[in-house]
């Protein structure tokens, strides 16, 4: 069964993106799954630090979005938003060039708050960062 509100759209979250910091660091939105949200992000001088691999706040940006549209996707837009409250991450191989895939997927779908799990690894399958995200899920404001 699926955990999505809806039938969110992938297009319509790409075209969100032009000028946020996801078109900076080349963070795409690839997939939808019954219960994840894929994505993959670049290596390259946009992501890496200045020793030549995957700076691991790219790592965090990535996991955040993957967890943030995750959310969004599972609540009444009209009536919900999400924001990051936290975030953590082990960063557990060094990536170079390439791409990272990630996929992010709930732990808990409260109705304050949700938790996510990303994975993210490289082109071959292994892992280069684990992240858990924490997302508040606030009411829209009424209309004045």
């Not at 759209?9 to 939105?29: F, H, K, M, V, Y």
């Not at 992501?47 to 790592?59: D, E, N």
Request: aromatic share 8%.
């Amino acid at each position: 069964m699926s955990i999505w509100f809806g039938e969110p759209s992938l297009d319509w979250a790409t075209s969100r993106r032009e000028g946020t910091l996801l078109d900076t660091l080349g963070i795409e939105l690839t997939e939808l799954t019954e219960d994840s949200l894929k994505g993959r992000m670049p290596v390259d001088g946009r992501t890496r630090q200045p020793g030549g691999v995957l700076h691991g706040g790219a790592s965090v940006a990535f996991a955040e979005t993957l967890a943030s549209w995750g959310s969004t996707f599972t609540v009444d837009p009209e009536a919900f938003y999400c924001v990051g409250m936290e975030i953590n991450a082990n960063h557990v191989r060094p990536i170079a060039e390439g791409w990272v895939l990630g996929e992010a997927r709930p732990i808990s779908r409260g109705r304050t708050t949700q938790v996510w799990d990303i994975r993210i690894t490289d082109e071959q399958g292994r892992l280069v960062c684990v992240s858990r995200c924490t997302m508040a899920v606030l009411a829209r404001p009424s209309e004045y």
